[in-house]
């Protein structure tokens, strides 16, 4: 009789297809619940800048190129066009106050000089002349009133002697009118006489006051006119060096063109240019400091220029008293830190290409062991040429990978190798 063989359940094949989908289904739950999911990049730990995270005093400063210049310098500028006759000393040269530098030539100027002289001349003989003119005239009017005095005399005792006569009947009617129809003629023509003689010295006063007058003004017209022919030497305003001389023997120079300069060397300041950004921060008293010969000195913002050119504006800067450094020259370019507040206590961090990438919102701390990096989100606040101010996500003792990030994309960790 036929026995029923029972099918079994699991059969060795059946519990290996089972097992090895158990192994499967344990391997991703690992990788799901214990495995790292960050993206990871090896980088060789030497080609990376790694800085430290510190303590200290945050100074907002900037740095900007300075310019030596002396603390005065005064511009030759030609005041009246001419033709350079002749140089008296050489660019470079130590002058002293008044001192000849140039001297030009000008006909048009030297001919007008002279046609003022002329005149000049011309109308002091006609006031010269004028004058005995009018005092001989004077003269003559007062001889003829002199005789119309004297026979203004004759007539009146004539008349005076008439008068007795007529009375007692000596002289007749005719004779005593004819007397004193002559003095009164005569004592009208001297009372006309005298009108005329001092009318005329009125008249003489006036006109030679008049000429005086236009001799005043021709004798300080031909004072500016020497002025201007003394315009044609060019000389030292003040004692210093002259620098910058560009002018050549036989060469023209229009009126208002410069030609040099005179430096005072007494002192020396800075010129600097400074972004227009920090127009609003910049003010005198503002200090700054720079290195020379292996020595620190300071600066202080003595005037600030508003103009703002090119995007920048201009300042210049004095040394403290008694600290020009020995053997600076004019012209040459000094690098300046120029403070703009003064300083407190911050979490500092080095400055470095990362900021590029990341705009100071994230970086890469490396852990103790030295072994990686992982990204972490900071905030930074003011800078400067070296520092950022940290306001947090990092403290005191962090290393931070300082170097460029463009080339690690969207990666969370640095593997250092």
Same mark, same amino acid.
């Given at each position: 009789?036929?026995?029923?063989?029972?099918?079994?359940?699991?059969?060795?094949?059946?519990?290996?297809?089972? %097992?090895? %989908?158990?192994?499967?289904?344990?391997?991703?739950?690992?990788?799901?619940?214990?495995?790292?999911?960050? @993206?990871?990049?090896?980088?060789?730990? !030497?080609?990376?800048?790694?800085?430290?995270?510190?303590?200290?005093?945050?100074?907002?400063?900037?740095?900007?190129? *300075?310019?030596?210049?002396? =603390?005065?310098?005064?511009?030759?500028?030609?005041?009246?066009?001419?033709?350079?006759?002749?140089?008296?000393? #050489?660019?470079?040269?130590?002058?002293?106050?008044?001192?000849?530098?140039? !001297?030009?030539?000008?006909?048009?100027?030297?001919?007008?000089?002279?046609?003022?002289?002329?005149?000049?001349? #011309?109308?002091?003989?006609?006031?010269?002349?004028?004058?005995?003119?009018?005092?001989?005239?004077?003269?003559?009017?007062?001889? $003829?009133?002199?005789?119309?005095?004297?026979?203004?005399?004759?007539?009146?005792?004539?008349?005076?002697?008439?008068?007795?006569?007529?009375?007692?009947?000596?002289? @007749?009617?005719?004779?005593?009118?004819?007397?004193?129809?002559?003095? $009164?003629? &005569?004592?009208?023509?001297?009372?006309?006489?005298?009108?005329?003689?001092?009318?005329?010295?009125? &008249?003489?006063? $006036?006109?030679?006051?008049?000429?005086?007058?236009?001799?005043?003004?021709?004798? %300080?017209?031909?004072?500016?006119? +020497?002025?201007? =022919?003394?315009?044609?030497?060019?000389?030292?305003?003040?004692?210093?060096?002259?620098?910058? &001389? !560009?002018?050549?023997? *036989?060469?023209?120079?229009?009126?208002?063109?410069?030609?040099?300069?005179?430096?005072?060397?007494?002192?020396?300041?800075?010129?600097?240019?400074?972004?227009?950004?920090?127009? @609003?921060?910049?003010?005198?008293?503002?200090?700054?400091?720079?290195?020379?010969?292996?020595?620190?000195?300071?600066?202080?913002?003595?005037?600030?220029? /508003?103009?703002?050119?090119?995007?920048?504006?201009?300042?210049?800067?004095?040394?403290?008293?008694?600290?020009?450094?020995?053997?600076?020259?004019?012209?040459?370019?000094?690098?300046?830190?120029?403070?703009?507040?003064?300083?407190?206590?911050?979490? =500092?961090? /080095?400055?470095?290409?990362?900021?590029?990438?990341?705009?100071?919102?994230?970086?890469?701390?490396?852990?103790? @062991?030295?072994?990686?990096?992982? !990204?972490?989100?900071?905030? =930074?606040? +003011?800078?400067? /040429?070296?520092?950022? $101010?940290?306001?947090?996500?990092?403290?005191?003792?962090?290393?931070?990978?300082?170097?460029?990030?463009?080339?690690?994309?969207?990666?969370?960790?640095?593997?250092?190798?």
């Amino acid at each position: 009789m036929d026995r029923v063989i029972e099918k079994k359940k699991y059969t060795p094949k059946k519990i290996a297809l089972i %097992a090895g %989908a158990a192994l499967v289904l344990v391997v991703i739950l690992y990788n799901l619940l214990f495995a790292e999911h960050a @993206s990871k990049l090896n980088v060789d730990s !030497k080609r990376i800048t790694v800085g430290s995270v510190q303590d200290g005093v945050f100074q907002e400063f900037i740095a900007i190129d *300075g310019a030596v210049e002396p =603390l005065k310098t005064f511009y030759l500028d030609i005041t009246e066009g001419g033709r350079v006759e002749k140089i008296y000393t #050489d660019d470079g040269r130590m002058v002293e106050k008044g001192d000849t530098i140039l !001297k030009l030539s000008n006909t048009t100027l030297q001919i007008d000089f002279m046609t003022r002289e002329t005149q000049l001349y #011309d109308l002091m003989n006609e006031r010269q002349n004028s004058e005995i003119t009018m005092k001989q005239d004077q003269i003559r009017k007062m001889n $003829e009133l002199a005789e119309i005095e004297y026979n203004l005399a004759l007539a009146e005792r004539a008349y005076t002697r008439n008068k007795m006569l007529i009375a007692e009947k000596v002289i @007749s009617q005719e004779e005593f009118e004819a007397s004193k129809d002559q003095y $009164e003629y &005569l004592r009208k023509r001297k009372t006309l006489g005298e009108r005329s003689v001092k009318q005329d010295a009125q &008249l003489m006063d $006036e006109r030679l006051r008049q000429l005086d007058e236009s001799i005043r003004r021709m004798d %300080a017209n031909i004072n500016m006119a +020497r002025n201007t =022919l003394n315009n044609l030497y060019v000389t030292a305003p003040i004692s210093g060096q002259l620098s910058t &001389l !560009k002018a050549e023997v *036989g060469e023209s120079k229009g009126a208002g063109e410069n030609i040099g300069q005179v430096d005072d060397m007494n002192g020396y300041k800075v010129r600097a240019s400074i972004d227009e950004h920090y127009i @609003s921060r910049i003010y005198p008293g503002l200090e700054g400091n720079f290195d020379f010969n292996g020595q620190n000195y300071k600066l202080k913002v003595a005037k600030v220029f /508003p103009e703002v050119q090119a995007g920048t504006f201009q300042v210049d800067m004095e040394f403290d008293q008694g600290s020009t450094p020995e053997g600076i020259r004019r012209g040459q370019t000094l690098q300046i830190r120029l403070n703009l507040n003064d300083g407190g206590k911050a979490v =500092l961090l /080095p400055r470095g290409g990362f900021y590029q990438s990341t705009g100071g919102s994230w970086v890469f701390v490396v852990d103790e @062991s030295g072994d990686y990096a992982t !990204k972490r989100n900071i905030k =930074l606040g +003011r800078q400067n /040429p070296k520092y950022y $101010e940290v306001l947090d996500g990092l403290e005191p003792g962090d290393k931070v990978v300082l170097s460029s990030y463009d080339s690690y994309g969207d990666i969370d960790r640095l593997e250092l190798k």
